[in-house]
C-alpha cells in the first residue's frame, strides 16, 4: 500500500444492524421452474415485508410500465455475488480493480450485493425484491479502509472501475462508497465518465453527526449526490448534508446482507447506500420507458418530478437536494421535463449529452448558482397540498409535498455551488 493510499480513508455508507431476517442460503444451484432449497416462503415474505418503500412507490404499477429492461447498472462497490437466488441470470462481467486476490463476484462483506439486489434483484428463492428487476448489473470491485489494511492493494482502485464503468455499455454507474479526500486520478475519471454520457450516482454518506464532510465522489460536480429518507419522508439523521446533496431517496430500515457468508438478511438503517442503491433503480426505469433519452434528460426529469413541498422549483436543500425521488409522476402520470439532451442540470454546463461518444469534457464545470431561499430543511410525512389523485402513503414520494422543518434553529440562503476539484 503506498503512502499516499495510507492517507485516504475509504469506506462504504456502512448500515446500522438493528435485528436479524432468516434470509436465503447461498449454493450451486440451478433453476428448475423455481427456485427450492433456499428460505421457506414465510421467511421470503419476512424479508420482502420490509421493503416498505416499494408500495410506497407504487413498484407494482410502474413495473407494468417499466422493469429497467435494456438497462445496466454499474455497481462500483465490495464486489457482487452472482449467486445469490435473488440475483442469478442479473449479474454480468465486470471488474475487479482491487489488485487483490478475487474477482468482482467475490463480495468481501456482502455490502455490494446488497446494493444490487436493491437495484435488480429478481425477488426469487426470498431474496430482497429490486425496483427494477429488469435491469442488469455490472460489478466493479474497489476495497474499503478495512479490506487495504489487509490487502495489498491498487491505489488507484476506484479512478479504475470509474473509467471502466465509462467505457461500459452501462448507462448508469452507482456508486455506495465514498472518502473525505479528493483526488486527481478520481476527478479526472469522474469528468471521463460524464463525457461518455453516463448518469452517475453516489451516497453523500451517513456522518452528519461525525464531522459532516464533503464525501466524494458525490461532491464532484458531475456525480449525482444522494441522500437518505425514513418512513415518514424525513431526512435521516446520520445522512451528511451540504451544497453536495443533489437528491434523496428512501434509504432507513432497509434489509441488506449481513455479511460475506450469505446466510441471512439484517435489518437496520442502510442510509445513504441504500437511497443511492434506489436512485439507480429509479432513474432505471425511467430510462428504459424512454431509451432514446440521454443522461440528462433523465435526471432531468428526476429532479423535476422530486417531492419538495412548497418549495419553488429551482430551489435546493442542502438535505434533500431537489427533493425526494417520485418515479411513478413520470411512469404513470408521463410528467416530467427532459429538457435540452445536451444541458448537464448539474453544472449547467453542455455535455456530449450521447451515451458512448467521446466529446472533449476537459472543462472544470461548477455547480450553477441558485439564487433561490429555501430553509436548511428536512421533511417531514404530511401530505398537505399533494397533487389530486396522490396515495397518502409517504406523500413526498408519491405527492411530493411535506412540512418543512427548520433545523438548528436558523435558515439561509441556499446559493448552491459545486466547486472545481
Request: proline share 5%.
Amino acid at each position: 500500500m503506498t503512502a499516499e493510499m495510507s492517507q485516504t480513508r475509504k469506506r462504504r455508507a456502512p448500515f446500522g444492524v438493528s435485528g436479524c431476517l432468516l434470509g436465503t442460503m447461498v449454493a450451486a444451484a440451478a433453476w428448475s421452474g423455481g427456485f427450492s432449497g433456499f428460505a421457506p416462503p414465510a421467511a421470503a415474505a419476512d424479508v420482502q415485508s420490509k421493503q416498505w418503500y416499494l408500495s410506497a412507490m407504487r413498484a407494482e404499477e410502474m413495473w407494468k410500465v417499466a422493469t429497467g429492461e435494456g438497462i445496466k447498472v454499474v455497481v462500483i462497490d465490495s464486489g457482487v455475488n452472482p449467486s445469490t437466488p435473488s440475483l442469478q441470470g442479473q449479474v454480468l462481467k465486470g471488474l475487479d480493480a482491487t489488485g487483490a486476490d478475487g474477482d468482482e463476484y467475490d463480495d468481501y462483506d456482502g455490502h455490494g450485493t446488497t446494493m444490487a439486489e436493491l437495484i435488480a434483484g429478481t425477488g426469487k428463492g426470498g431474496g430482497l425484491q429490486g425496483l427494477a428487476p429488469g435491469a442488469k448489473i455490472v460489478p466493479m470491485r474497489i476495497t474499503d479502509t478495512e479490506f487495504q489494511n489487509t490487502h495489498s492493494v491498487n491505489a488507484n482502485d476506484t479512478a479504475d472501475a470509474i473509467r471502466a464503468a465509462a467505457d461500459s455499455d452501462a448507462q448508469i454507474i452507482s456508486m455506495s462508497f465514498g472518502s473525505d479526500f479528493p483526488g486527481r486520478e478520481e476527478r479526472a475519471a469522474v469528468t471521463y465518465a460524464q463525457s461518455k454520457g453516463k448518469l452517475f450516482f453516489a451516497a453523500v454518506g451517513n456522518e452528519a453527526k461525525k464531522g459532516n464532510k464533503e464525501e466524494y465522489p458525490a461532491a464532484y460536480p458531475e456525480v449525482v449526490g444522494v441522500a437518505a429518507t425514513d418512513r415518514t419522508g424525513k431526512v435521516s439523521d446520520t445522512s451528511q448534508h451540504g451544497n453536495f446533496v443533489d437528491i434523496a431517496a428512501p434509504g432507513n430500515d432497509v434489509p441488506f446482507w449481513c455479511d460475506q457468508k450469505f446466510e441471512r438478511y439484517c435489518q437496520g438503517n442502510g442510509g445513504t447506500s441504500a437511497a443511492t442503491a434506489i436512485t439507480s433503480a429509479a432513474a432505471a426505469l425511467i430510462w428504459s420507458a424512454h431509451p432514446e433519452w440521454t443522461a440528462n434528460q433523465v435526471l432531468n426529469v428526476l429532479f423535476d418530478t422530486a417531492g419538495r413541498g412548497d418549495w419553488k422549483k429551482g430551489t435546493l436543500s442542502n438535505y434533500l437536494g431537489h427533493g425526494i425521488i417520485r418515479p411513478a409522476v413520470n411512469l404513470l402520470r408521463g410528467k416530467g421535463d427532459p429538457g435540452d439532451p445536451d444541458i448537464s442540470p448539474l453544472t449547467k454546463e453542455r455535455t456530449s449529452g450521447v451515451p458512448g461518444s467521446s466529446a472533449s469534457a476537459s472543462s472544470q464545470p461548477e455547480k450553477s448558482e441558485k439564487n433561490e431561499k429555501a430553509g436548511d430543511t428536512a421533511m417531514a410525512g404530511s401530505t398537505a397540498g399533494a397533487e389530486k389523485g396522490d396515495d397518502s402513503r409517504l406523500g413526498l414520494i408519491l405527492g411530493g409535498v411535506a412540512a418543512v422543518v427548520v433545523l438548528g434553529g436558523g435558515a439561509f440562503v441556499l446559493v448552491r455551488r459545486r466547486r472545481a476539484v
